[in-house]
Structures are given as structure tokens and as C-alpha cells.
């Protein structure tokens, strides 16, 4: 059983640079969620997936983030003009088709702005 | 608003002792799921257990079990016999069961096994 992946591990950017991360979910799994994660604290939502719809975004999600899933399959997460605000670890979940099923988490990305 | 309280950053244990964690949460839903995950040094989030609202027993996994106290609002978790790969963070978390499918973690528990 293949688990969430996620690439690059790591990244290391300048400040001001775009990013974008990817995100395979587990196969069968049609619902994806994004979090992002800093030094100290727990996961914070910033946006889901059922399949190719995006359902919910989050405050923090600010217009310079944007995220896809064109085909309900991978996902990929956009950063443009990065801050050093932005520096976190971007973890992403998949779930199954029932609300009531447990999200398994990726390896995540650790971003790091310059 | 829900929000998941830890009020213990960090505990430590005796290898083969039990620990308990502590989580309290603020909902106005009566549906919802608790999880406990747990994540390793290598930071991958792995799910310990997790607990349904409307059911009274407390679930358990092998050696962790929870005590959900509804009314109180209080969901902890019980690591018995504790082992050396126990050592991580633990985040407690919470989900309503309708509408928003997010989950609202707590701050965390950095658990220490001390050989």
C-alpha cells in the first residue's frame, strides 16, 4: 500500500522567488487537503479537495498561494513572491470518499525562505 | 469557532511505564471525531487512534487507549508500557462530523522515553 508522497522534501528559496510543491495522494483516495505546519505548532488547514473541486479555502491562504488538482489525481501547491513568513513545513493528507475517514498525512515539504 | 488545547509541551516517561496526555477542545457540535496522532523525528504524521463522539466506549489500539469525557470535553491518551519508538510529538485533533472537513490540531506534547 503506497502512501501519501509529496516532492521536494526540501526547498530552499529567496525571498520573492515562486515555489510549487506536488502532492500524491493515495490512490483511491478522492478527498486532499493541504496544511501548513511551523516550528512549535500543530498543522493549520489551508485548503481540501473532493476530487478536481476545491471546497474549502482558508484565511490563510492568501492571494499569493494558489492550489490545483486538474485531474482529482496529484495536487500541487503554488507559492508566488515567497516571504520568510512563508518559511513552514507544508504537509498534504488524502482521505477516502467518507467524510467520517481518517486523513493520512505525507512526509510533507520544508519550505525555507532566504 | 473549535479550538484543540495541549497544555502539556512536553513529558517524559520511563520505558515500560504509563504516560497519560492531556487534550481539551471548545465545540458547539455534538457529532464530531477526536484523533491522537503522532509525529517522529522524521515528521511524517501517523494516526494513533481515533474516537467517534456518539460512542461511549473509549476505543483502544493495542497499547493506547483514550479517555473521552464529553461533557467535560476532555480526550486523553493513555501509552502503556511505553517503548523507545513511543518518543514523538503528539497532536491531538479535532473534526466536526457535517460540513467542514478540516482538522483543528492542539499545540502538540513532546514525549521523551527515558531508557
Known amino acids: 500500500d503506497t502512501g501519501v508522497s509529496q516532492n521536494p522534501r526540501h526547498k530552499i528559496t529567496k525571498r520573492g522567488q515562486n515555489v510549487t510543491f506536488r502532492c500524491d495522494p493515495i490512490?483511491?483516495?478522492?478527498?486532499l487537503y493541504w496544511y501548513r505546519q511551523t516550528l512549535g505548532q500543530g498543522p493549520e488547514f489551508l485548503t481540501y479537495f473532493q476530487n478536481e473541486a476545491q471546497l474549502e479555502k482558508s484565511r490563510l491562504l492568501s492571494d499569493r498561494f494558489s492550489a490545483e488538482r486538474p485531474k482529482g489525481s496529484f495536487s500541487t501547491l503554488e507559492i508566488q513572491r515567497t516571504e520568510q513568513g512563508d518559511s513552514a513545513m507544508y504537509l498534504c493528507?488524502?482521505?477516502?470518499?467518507?467524510?467520517?475517514?481518517?486523513?493520512?498525512f505525507g512526509p510533507g515539504t520544508r519550505l525555507t525562505v532566504l | 469557532a473549535q479550538t484543540v488545547t495541549q497544555s502539556q509541551p512536553e513529558m517524559s516517561v520511563q520505558e515500560a511505564e504509563t504516560v497519560t496526555l492531556s487534550c481539551t477542545y471548545d465545540?458547539?457540535?455534538?457529532?464530531?471525531?477526536l484523533f491522537w496522532y503522532k509525529q517522529p523525528p522524521s515528521r511524517q504524521m501517523i494516526l494513533v487512534i481515533r474516537?467517534?463522539?456518539?460512542?461511549?466506549q473509549n476505543a483502544t489500539e493495542n497499547r493506547f487507549s483514550v479517555n473521552f469525557q464529553k461533557a467535560a470535553k476532555s480526550f486523553s491518551l493513555k501509552i502503556s508500557d511505553s517503548q523507545l519508538g513511543d518518543a514523538a510529538m503528539y497532536f491531538c485533533a479535532y473534526r466536526p462530523n457535517f460540513g467542514n472537513e478540516k482538522l483543528t490540531f492542539g499545540t502538540g506534547t513532546r514525549l521523551t522515553i527515558i531508557p
Open positions: 474516537q467517534e463522539a456518539y460512542k461511549q
Open positions: 490512490s483511491e483516495h478522492n478527498r
Open positions: 493528507a488524502s482521505s477516502a470518499a467518507s467524510v467520517a475517514d481518517t486523513q493520512y
Open positions: 465545540t458547539s457540535e455534538s457529532d464530531y471525531y
